[in-house]
């Protein structure tokens, strides 16, 4: 049934082109990884895999006089996942066909638009709000979003309200997802190089499965980028207070500094830092330990941020709510306009002190986690043909083995290897003459 609404929702997109600007658009992203270490650090008798994830996508855009919509099916799969199969053959999936984008924007006045339903949130470095682009799935939000876009001023209201089935009373919902988002950002660009943000957000959990009490957490973020010349950089800021996930009173926060520099149009330099908060647990002050101090990260970007194996993907729980400092430096060569090569090393360690808790007597890791070291590249073979690929090694320490539950000494060196293809597309575009 779910394939038989999505592909009538694109046929009565299709009839309607006719009277406005219509686009249609295929995506095709199959993706080649040898894991022995991603996601999580092995031990020597864990083996790596070998496997093949696939994005298809088909989404279709459609704009006449104050009206626009956007539709979009996809299928995310790991190849040889099929549920329907015999001794005689491998015949396809019970739920495959996903909704990607359903939204549809009106336009109330000529610098603002009202855009509802299924959507994507992305907003400056993305740390809080992202699309996550890496996830096969990616990550969207039904909500309503107001965008006012002035020449020099941007302010964009998101509200966001969730329930898991069709209800007459009560709000339960499943702890591990969010129940609702929201938040307003401003934007400012003083002048043609440097721009101011303001951004807060009240992020809603359910305190359990089966209560009506949410967990309301506020982060509150101010980002100042600059794009002059060669020379991009961008600092932020962030406090959380409120309540976490587990309803613990919160004081948390993060700092985010980076900048790269572009060098005669053929290489880019580059460094910072990400600086997260942690809970001290070597405290015994009673007011500081009611609170939680781990900053929470929410559905912000992970993968081009702490380092392309995603060890650090679930925080804070992969640093056992310690917090995270991540020192980079970043390379990149473009030997020609289609062609990026990069080398990003990543240099890892706990905020606060965490617990050893495979010591017999009271005793803390060591802070150092390690280094990560990711070699990439990135090749555009036409407009709408991309390869991308990458090698990948962590230098792992005992506290880093620890956290991840294995022996010290006791693990695999921890690698990684893709390559990804990508094709985009354009099926229809009346846009086009």
Do not use: C
């Amino acid at each position: 049934m779910k394939k038989v609404i999505a592909f009538s929702a694109f046929a009565l997109l299709i009839i309607s082109q006719a009277h406005g600007q219509f686009t249609l658009k295929g995506e095709f992203r199959p993706r080649f990884e040898y894991r022995g270490g991603y996601g999580k650090i092995l031990a020597e008798d864990e083996k790596p895999v070998f496997f093949v994830s696939q994005r298809s996508r088909l989404s279709a855009y459609y704009q006449t006089g104050i009206y626009s919509f956007g539709f979009a099916v996809q299928d995310v799969m790991v190849w040889g996942d099929e549920d329907l199969y015999s001794s005689t053959g491998v015949f396809g999936s019970k739920a495959s066909i996903d909704i990607n984008e359903a939204w549809i924007g009106i336009k109330p006045y000529a610098k603002g638009n009202i855009k509802m339903g299924r959507q994507y949130w992305a907003y400056e470095d993305q740390r809080l709000l992202s699309n996550r682009n890496w996830n096969q799935s990616e990550i969207k939000y039904d909500a309503v979003l107001f965008q006012h876009a002035g020449d020099k001023l941007a302010l964009d209201a998101g509200l966001s309200w969730n329930n898991d089935i069709d209800r007459n009373f009560g709000n339960e919902y499943p702890t591990g997802k969010m129940k609702s988002m929201n938040f307003i950002y401003l934007r400012k660009d003083i002048n043609d190089w440097l721009h101011a943000t303001v951004m807060a957000l009240a992020s809603g959990f359910t305190a359990t499965d089966s209560t009506y009490d949410i967990n309301w957490l506020g982060t509150y973020a101010a980002y100042l980028g600059v794009k002059k010349g060669p020379l991009s950089a961008l600092a932020s800021g962030f406090y959380q207070g409120g309540k976490s996930r587990k309803g613990l009173s919160t004081s948390a926060y993060m700092f985010a500094l980076s900048g790269d520099y572009l060098i005669k149009e053929k290489y880019s330099v580059g460094a910072g830092i990400d600086y997260l908060s942690g809970h001290d647990q070597k405290s015994s002050d009673s007011v500081y330990l009611e609170k939680a101090h781990a900053f929470d990260n929410l559905y912000g970007n992970r993968h081009s941020v702490f380092g392309h194996m995603d060890l650090f993907n679930n925080l804070p729980k992969s640093t056992d709510n310690g917090g995270l400092v991540d020192i980079f430096v970043r390379l990149k060569w473009i030997p020609v306009k289609s062609t990026t090569i990069g080398a990003d090393v990543h240099f890892f360690s706990l905020q606060n002190n965490v617990i050893d808790k495979t010591s017999e007597s009271t005793a803390y890791l060591s802070k150092g986690l390690g280094q990560e070291v990711d070699l990439n590249f990135s090749w555009d073979i036409s407009k709408i043909f991309n390869i991308k690929g990458g090698y990948s090694f962590f230098l792992v320490t005992e506290s880093m083995e620890k956290l991840q539950g294995i022996d010290p000494g006791t693990s695999r060196f921890p690698t990684w290897i893709w390559v990804m293809i990508t094709a985009k597309p354009i099926f229809l575009d009346t846009a086009q003459k």
